[in-house]
Nanobody, 115 residues
Framework: QVQLVQSGGGLVQPGGSLLLSCVVS????????ISWHRQILGTQRELVAS???????NYADSVKGRFTISRNNAANTVYLQMNDLKTEDSSDYYC?????????WGQGTRVSVSS
């Protein structure tokens, strides 16, 4: 059974940093691509960053230069390092992966950026 389990997040002041983690089980991790999305209540989920099985990354324009997605295949984990956080980054963040034709989501983690 595929599971994505997230950790990290919390409350931080503008300009601060947070690290999100997503541990994947039940799949051959090194073969899967992982994405991070975010969603503010009542709005559509927005793609924040993605990383392919080969390590190619992609970012939303709004986070380029501030966020870094990375993966550790030995630990079955994908990370989202978020630096220089802004109030508009406040959202619920989800990791996701499409595996064997099905899309799986992490449980979500809240990031709040406020002074």
């Amino acid at each position: 059974q595929v599971q994505l389990v997230q950790s990290g997040g919390g409350l931080v002041q503008p300009g601060g940093s947070l690290l999100l983690s997503c541990v994947v089980s039940g799949a051959t991790f090194r073969l899967v691509a992982i994405s991070w999305h975010r969603q503010i209540l009542g709005t559509q989920r927005e793609l924040v960053a993605s990383i392919t099985s080969g390590g190619t990354t992609n970012y939303a324009d709004s986070v380029k230069g501030r966020f870094t997605i990375s993966r550790n295949n030995a630990a079955n984990t994908v990370y989202l390092q978020m630096n220089d956080l802004k109030t508009e980054d406040s959202s619920d963040y989800y990791c996701t992966s499409r595996i064997n034709g099905r899309t799986y989501w992490g449980q979500g983690t809240r990031v709040s950026v406020s002074s």
